[in-house]
């Protein structure tokens, strides 16, 4: 039986506002010991909204927005159906040895309303956004929404200083143009870079695998500033390698998590936009992200879940619980042990 009968809740009523877990003064959970899980709000883990409480540490916000697609459209999607897979997600990590919405107050802040007809318009909307959010809250974790996204996030986190962007996803995104269009789902970190946004000497990407245009795509990644760890290394390197290649790269920059859901095998995430086969397993993405603990995380992503094509939830857990490693690691030290 789950442990959650011990954490203290707070009083809420049958309907309405429901009752919570609080602990360490952290406004955390729907209390799933008094209300089922499929019942009470639609927020991420079922969180508090960012109205409902004084402050945030911490505030995942949806980005419903796929104009930016070069193959299956959908993604526009993706926010409501990681949101509706992150019901089953409990208070305590036992991996990380931390409950990480005690360890820190995260709240849902909604979706960013973006143009779904002016791709330019929706760029320009959620950097505006974002900017405003970081008012109310230090750190970001979106949920898209396709990679477009990732550019207006990096144009609002890394203004004043450019960031190191650890990168996971089966393709590069650092493609110049598509039909001679200069922002689309493939080239947020090609543009990221020209900007002055991407500390070139510290981005990795994790992952990349599948065919290409051509061996020139990865001279220009490299010279926009990428190491890599391709998906063919990550068998020979282990979950444990991948995460000391990550961090010999990052070291203690400021670093912008990106992770396009399609790092992993269709077998893992079928629901998305350009699968590729070959790619990790969830097991091996979760723990690469637990590896991760301890870095100045400033905001994060994950991007490309469209439901269309998924099964049985399958890609959406998957990205519920990628995110939730997420927030484990950006939670501030120390973990409790036990
Ligand atoms: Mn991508």
Redesign the pocket.
């Known amino acids: 039986m789950p442990d959650d009968t011990s954490s203290p809740a707070a009083e809420g009523s049958e309907w309405g506002s429901p009752p919570r877990i609080v602990e360490a003064g952290h406004v955390g959970q729907v209390d799933n010991t008094q209300v089922p899980r499929f019942a009470g709000p639609p927020t991420f883990a079922q969180l508090p909204r960012i109205d409902e409480v004084d402050h945030a540490d911490l505030a995942v916000v949806g980005v419903p927005f796929d104009a930016g697609v070069s193959y299956r459209p959908g993604a526009r999607f993706g926010p409501a159906h990681i949101r509706a897979s992150s019901r089953l997600l409990r208070p305590y990590n036992p991996a990380m040895h931390i409950s990480p919405f005690a360890a820190q107050q995260v709240v849902d802040a909604g979706d960013i309303a973006a143009n779904p007809f002016s791709l330019h318009e929706a760029v320009a909307q959620v950097e505006r956004s974002a900017r405003a959010l970081l008012e109310r809250t230090p750190r970001l974790l979106v949920l898209g929404g396709d ?1 477009t996204v990732a550019l207006p996030m990096l144009r609002a986190l890394a203004s004043g200083e450019p960031v190191a962007v650890v990168h996971f ?1 089966a ?1 590069l ?1 650092t493609w110049d143009t598509y039909f001679g269009a200069a922002y689309t ?2 080239t947020p970190f090609r543009r990221a870079s020209e900007e002055g946004l991407l500390d070139t000497s510290a981005c990795v990407h994790v992952g990349t695998r599948g065919p290409l245009y051509g061996a020139r795509d990865l001279v220009d990644d490299r010279e926009l500033g990428f190491a890599m760890v391709p998906a063919t290394e990550i068998d020979a390197l282990g979950a444990s390698g991948v995460v000391e290649r990550i961090r010999a790269r990052v070291g203690d920059r400021p670093v912008y998590l990106s992770i ?1 859901i ?1 790092v992993l095998d269709p077998a893992f995430a079928p629901g998305t936009g350009t699968p590729e086969a070959g790619g990790m397993t969830s097991r091996e993405l979760l723990a690469v992200l637990r590896g991760l603990a301890g870095l100045d995380i400033v905001g994060a992503d994950i ?2 879940v469209a439901p269309a094509y998924d099964h049985a939830e399958i890609t959406g857990i998957a990205a519920a619980h990628t995110a939730y490693e997420l927030l484990s690691a950006m939670a501030p030290a120390p973990r409790e042990q036990s």
Do not use: A, N, P, R
């Open positions: 990679h996803d393709h995104d789902h493939g396009d399609d991007v490309e």
